[in-house]
């Protein structure tokens, strides 16, 4: 049976939208998903008016018991799709979200946000160490938005793609334009 991979925030889950709220609830600001239609690096404070990188880093401490729980797909059909092909495919998920409070409960809201879309991991797997982890589980393909992962990962033997975005425009890895494009690699091994 083929081994899948896939991270989540950015790729199935909006946390751009997820995360613009906590910003502006905690500092006064309304931000929108349009303010970061050009964004072009992984921080905000970059892209976003009147936001240090301080007061980025502090927002993490606001995200909320159950700010895992709470994010939207992109695209619910999609994730339909995914719960089906999880009958049929080992697909890890692999995350590096930020422990809030604790690694165990972001680990456990995780699992249950994959639920509530009746989506059956083989594994869900909460590491910084994203290349490590594909290599263990042995997954022969996995799909990031991060440039970092991306490159490290491809330097393993699984083949990342890039899940595109404004923020990975100089990545050269091969670019997938939407979650049903990796569905359709999926569909086909």
Known sequence: MSRFGMDIDGVLANFDRGFLDVLNRVYGKEYTEEDLENKRDWD???????????????????LGEWFWL????????????????????????????????TKELT???TRKWL???????AGVVLTKEKPQACKLLGLEYFIDDNVKNVNNINKTD??????NKS???KCKAERI??????ISIIRGV
């Open 44 to 62: 905000y404070f970059k892209t976003l008016e009147d936001l240090t990188l301080e007061q980025e880093n502090d927002a993490f401490k606001y």
């Open 70 to 101: 709470r994010l939207e797909p992109y695209d619910q059909k999609a994730m339909l799709a995914i719960s089906l092909l999880s009958e049929k495919h080992n697909i890890y998920f692999i995350t590096d979200r930020h422990p809030n409070p």
């Open 107 to 109: 680990l456990w809201q």
């Open 115 to 121: 639920e509530h879309f009746n989506i059956s991991p």
């Open 158 to 163: 699984t083949k990342c793609f890039v899940m």
């Open 167 to 169: 923020y990975n425009g």
């Open 177 to 182: 334009y939407s979650i049903w494009d990796y």
